[in-house]
């Protein structure tokens, strides 16, 4: 994996009303750790197949380092990175992804949820995903039962969930549970009263329906329930490896569930290629104005480009 010296990307909140968000996902950086036969004695066989002989063509060191360029270019406020960003969970890639993290930005500008392949198979909290704790806290409380966890920045309150679970050979779906969906509600009860934009982090997508079975979160309709009954401003999320927009109706009103693409994939004969989205958010009496601009890698250029902006108007419940 190659980390170039480039200073971090991002910059301090400008004003309490206004935040530049860009949500990034699904980086499948694979480490250089030597894999031992020891290692991929268990499911990770399988995801280190797929990487010789078809995600490694895909997501490509090149991408990253274009991307880094294109953060560094626009300084994004804070950065949210909605999981799977190794390809087999080892110690090694955690580790690894925890020193890339830092050159993107400091934790308190970086925000994490994980994925279902940055917990490929069971693994200790203290030998994988605890190198990655300072960007999934405010309170210094972390941990598989910490989820989820919220920060505030500027105008937005960001909740993060863990949806990545250890699944059976060929399934990637991921459950978030009863407890992280009582501390969900709670959280959006308390946000929601101090007049917060209430973003939610999470790998999987979460509305029935999205993707294929296999790959479903198995607690979908319940997340959706305690979105429906206590608000939301916006849902992003990752995993899918293609754009996916979503709604979610909460007693009439619409709310945004906006799945964003692989930040690293390489142009595919499908026509995928990596995208990375920015949300310049900006509060108003009752609501927030959000311009969302999709950024999309261009292989001949070597760099991100704008493809597209959606305007949007988010009223608060
Ligand atoms: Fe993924
Ligand atoms: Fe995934």
Known sequence: MKTPKIQPKTKGTSSP?????????DLHMMGQEE??????????????LSWRLKRGRHHQARVLDALLEDLERIHPHHIAITGDLTHLGTQGECVETSTWMERVGSPHDVTVVPGNHDTYVRELWERTLIHWAPFMTDNGQHGPSAFPFLRIRGPVALIGLSSARPTPPFFATGRLGSPQLERLAKFLI????QGLMRVILIHHPPVPGSITWRKRLVDGQEFCHVIQRHGA???????AH????????????????IGVPSASCMPSIQGETAQYHLFKIRKKAGGCEVLLVIRGYD??????????KKAMVIPFS
């Open 190 to 193: 308390e946000t929601g009263r």
């Open 299 to 308: 292989p001949s250029m070597n760099r991100f480009l704008d493809i597209e």
């Open 233 to 239: 401003e916006l849902v992003l999320h990752g995993h």
């Open 242 to 257: 293609t754009p996916l927009f979503r709604e979610i109706d909460a007693h009439g009103k619409r709310i945004p569930v």
């Open 17 to 25: 009303d206004r935040l530049l968000l860009a949500h990034l996902s």
């Open 35 to 48: 894999f031992h036969i020891r290692l991929l004695l268990n499911q990770r066989i399988l995801g280190y």
